[in-house]
């Protein structure tokens, strides 16, 4: 694995480095709660329960990480929190709560995303929060230049501004992530891979949001360039103090990114931490047998040993632990209850999985029971997810 010592040494100097920290002011402490949210695909007989019973608080200025294998339900959970699911998904219960603040800071009436109708959720949308979407190129329109994209999107949300005044937010944002002002008289094909995605991420950031939402921005990227725009968004996120969901099913790019990390399976939470703490000492034999999936992004290489098997069909979901067909660890109870998740008496972290109930630490195999080495340098996830 990597040494984790040396991840936060690196986090560390990154935030050094970004040395014109905004202190938002803020309203709630939390800009996002979501509560009791599960969201289906389907009706009646045919019907799938994609998203399952999912509670969490995002802090201002913090970075959730959310990780899971494909079908998870990574994808549906942001798309219905933002409202952007299409038919047949359909949000079956839960609400979830953005707490927002005008320019100033001052705190504006929260917005209930799942009642929100069209008019408040345009006025929430770009403004408030932003989506990075994992397939940039299909995300701007091909017969359009780079300028134009931006234009429009500063045209409608600030009609205050005049051409003269957009086109220098346009290139200040382009600087922001890297690029130089020249691109913006490109068309998306004549970008590489990595450009365009950082044209949505300076999209994204574009209107200054509380909340930005990145859907496997860098998966279809080389290694190198996927390694800059990790690093360049944690600056970002730290010099404009924006809050960062990011989704990954690559749990090793997390821990450079994310302060708490939440890993999902079967559309549902099974383990919620602080992401070094995650990393260093997983709980849930998923989020070990992840973790062993994809090589780190730097440090020592180890050994990759997947996961064998395949997730379960939604349709069909076992009795008792969801994972239980694939677990090395599986036990009698695993078949018969199906384990809840729980808050463990350790540092607020949270897990569904009958090996780390109290009582049964006699049992709990050695990979899953270490104790975390590093210092915690982040929240700890009942600070910043409960
Ligand atoms: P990926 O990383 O591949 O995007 P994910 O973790 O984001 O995966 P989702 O795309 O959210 O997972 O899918 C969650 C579950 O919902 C999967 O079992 C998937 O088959 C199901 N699903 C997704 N879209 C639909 C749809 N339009 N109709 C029916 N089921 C769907
Ligand atoms: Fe494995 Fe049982 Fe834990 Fe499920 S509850 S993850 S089957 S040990």
């Not at 409202?83 to 927002?100: E, H, K, T």
């Not at 970008?191 to 991420?201: A, D």
């Amino acid at each position: 694995m990597t040494d984790p010592l040396h991840v936060r040494d690196e986090r560390e100097a990154r935030d050094s480095a970004a040395t014109n920290t905004v202190d938002r002011p803020t309203s709630s402490e939390f800009v996002l709660e979501v509560r009791d949210f599960s969201v289906d695909y389907g009706v009646g007989s045919s019907m799938v329960r994609a998203v399952s019973d999912v509670s969490l608080n995002l802090r201002r200025s913090s970075v959730l990480g959310v990780a899971g294998e494909s079908g998870s339900g990574k994808s549906t959970l942001v798309y219905a929190m933002t409202r952007l699911l299409r038919a047949p998904g359909v949000i079956s219960a839960g609400n979830v709560m953005l707490n927002v603040t005008d320019d100033h800071g001052n705190a504006l009436a929260p917005v209930d995303l799942v009642r929100a109708n069209e008019k408040e959720l345009r006025a929430v949308r770009w403004s408030h929060v932003s989506i990075v979407l994992q397939s940039a190129l299909s995300a701007l329109n091909p017969v359009l230049r780079i300028g134009k994209e931006f234009d429009e999107v500063l045209k409608t949300h600030r009609p205050e501004m005049n051409k003269t005044q957009r086109r220098e937010r346009a290139e200040t944002l382009l600087t922001m992530v890297g690029l130089d002002a020249t691109r913006l008289d490109r068309y998306p094909h004549e970008l590489s891979g990595g450009q365009r995605q950082r044209i949505m991420i300076a999209l994204a950031l574009a209107l200054d949001p509380e909340l930005v939402i990145m859907d496997e921005p860098t998966t279809a990227l080389d290694v190198v360039t996927q390694r800059e725009i990790i690093n360049q968004l944690y600056e970002l996120r730290t010099r404009f103090g924006f809050a960062m969901i990011f989704i990954t099913h690559d749990l090793s790019l997390l821990v450079e990114l994310a302060d708490e990390i939440v890993v999902m399976y079967a559309g549902q939470i099974v383990e919620r931490a602080s992401a070094l703490e995650l990393y260093e000492a997983p709980r849930h034999p998923y989020t070990l047998g992840l973790l062993n999936s994809f090589p780190p992004l730097h440090g020592a290489r180890r050994e990759l040993t997947g996961i064998p098997g395949s997730p379960p069909d939604l349709a069909d979901l076992p009795a008792g632990c969801n994972f239980a067909s694939r677990c090395p660890y599986v036990m009698e109870r695993c078949h018969q209850e199906e384990p809840r998740l729980t808050a463990l008496e350790e540092g607020g972290r949270s897990v569904s999985c009958w090996l780390q109930v109290s009582g049964a630490s006699a049992s709990v195999p050695v990979e899953l029971a270490r104790t975390p080495r590093v210092k915690r340098a982040h929240p700890t996830s009942e600070e910043a997810v409960s």
